[in-house]
């Protein structure tokens, strides 16, 4: 458990709090890259408990400002995407993708005002169909050599939800590898030719057994939890019989994202982002080692859950998070239908919206959400202190981490220790673009 102070610490993120200035030392996903497409690119965003507008012009330039004008405070999400930049509707102030003012057109011709006034601006890239914002002091960090940010377009797709309850949470159950024992339980098995783009409903690597029979039979992992140099690596193991062990390793990426097998072929990398103290968004990017990912198809079955603009879940609070007693008793633990990310929502949302980490009581299967704590204490005192945390180093020891390494698989028990590097060394060397090792 944390004390009710330190549990406030990791849960704070204003721009005034400790956890708000270490976040502001990392890149954000701000919008999926797909919420600026269309004929009006301009989109409401609401990041790290800031009120900010992202929009693109008409060179294809991407911006991100503060929302109110700094002329008498105007909403400039309802502006207009014109002549260069984002125009106020109120007066016609219009500024630029880099917060500069070109234009007071209401003022008389000779004046000079539009080069005093500014709004507030953050550094933005376009990164597997994610816009990332930079909201910290000086110079951006780079981003690493991750499989999602070097794999082509062709072979990526990002989606986003909308949790309501804080970041941490969110996180954590993400670097608990025994819940999906439980929690993601399928008393059925699906056929591989209809897993396309699921979690959990693929067969593990090297075998023709699904995962989902995997973790309905066996649910006691053993993990064991190893820092890295982007995070923590993690990995858990299912002894299936003398010959015979599950092996799955999962990754936290920090300082809030996870890299998780999606399938034989896929990854998913997830970042846990704070909309404010108590609302979350997860921005995922799917990467596939093999062909290109069905775009159409991926965005299509999500949507069938997953509403517009807000990207919130059909399945919710408000409903019960679609709550079946008869899928309880013959499909799923939850009674709540296929979807994993419903799932994790409803637990993570029944925690209150911020949880109170004084009344936990942590077991052995938490062992990486107890590492991450650590490793997130001290990231924020390194912040307090003026020092870099982790992966906000020199930019050639940034730019050189790769991977990161993600399996679900089963070997000869005997060759457990080097089976994920074997696993993930063949995918690569069989994969169709050109991966880093």
Request: overall charge negative; some cysteine; glycine content about 8%.
């Amino acid at each position: 458990m944390l004390s009710a102070d330190r549990n406030q610490l990791v849960t704070r993120t204003g721009p005034v709090t400790a956890c708000g200035r270490f976040m502001r030392c990392y890149w954000q996903p701000a919008a999926l890259i797909v919420e600026l497409d269309g004929p009006r690119p301009v989109k409401a965003v609401h990041l790290l408990g800031e009120h900010l507008v992202a929009f693109r012009d008409h060179a294809g330039r991407f911006g991100l400002v503060e929302r109110a004008c700094p002329h008498r405070g105007a909403d400039l999400a309802y502006g207009r995407c014109e002549d260069g930049g984002l125009r106020c509707t109120f007066h016609g102030w219009l500024f630029d993708v880099t917060g500069r003012c070109i234009e007071t057109p209401a003022e008389p011709e000779d004046s000079t005002l539009h080069l005093k006034v500014r709004v507030r601006s953050y550094p933005v890239v376009a990164r597997g169909g994610i816009l990332w914002a930079y909201m910290g002091e000086g110079d951006p960090p780079p981003f690493p050599a991750f499989d999602c940010f070097q794999a082509p377009e062709t072979h990526t797709f990002a989606f986003k939800g909308l949790w309501e309850c804080n970041w941490l949470q969110a996180l954590e159950v993400g670097i608990d590898p025994a819940h999906a024992s439980f929690l993601h339980r399928f008393f059925e098995d699906e056929d591989r030719a209809a897993a396309y783009g699921k979690q959990f409903r693929d067969a593990s690597l090297d075998s023709d057994t699904p995962m989902t029979q995997l973790l309905r039979e066996k649910a006691r992992p053993i993990i064991g939890v190893e820092p890295t140099d982007y995070g923590i690596r993690i990995t858990s193991t299912r002894k299936l019989d003398e010959q015979r062990t599950h092996v799955r390793v999962t990754n936290q990426v920090f300082p809030h994202g996870i890299t998780i097998p999606l399938s034989q072929e896929m990854t998913i990398t997830q970042w846990h982002v704070p909309v404010d103290d108590e609302t979350c968004y997860w921005y995922t990017i799917f990467t596939s080692f093999t062909g290109p990912v069905d775009k159409e198809r991926m965005r299509a079955d999500r949507l069938k859950i997953y509403e517009l603009p807000e990207y919130r879940s059909k399945k919710n609070r408000s409903n019960d998070y679609g709550f079946d007693a008869h899928d309880q008793a013959t499909r799923t633990y939850t009674g709540m239908g296929e979807d994993i990310n419903v799932h994790d929502q409803w637990a993570v949302e029944g925690q209150g919206r911020i949880h109170d980490r004084t009344r936990e009581t942590l077991g052995t299967t938490d062992r990486a959400i107890g590492a991450y704590r650590r490793l997130l204490f001290r990231a924020i005192e390194q912040v307090e202190k003026d020092e870099a945390p982790l992966l906000c180093g020199g930019a050639s020891d940034v730019e050189q981490i790769t991977g990161p390494v993600t399996v679900d698989g089963i070997c000869e028990t005997a060759k457990v220790e080097g089976y994920a590097a074997e696993a993930d060394a063949r995918r690569r060397a069989s994969s169709g673009w050109k991966v880093r090792r």
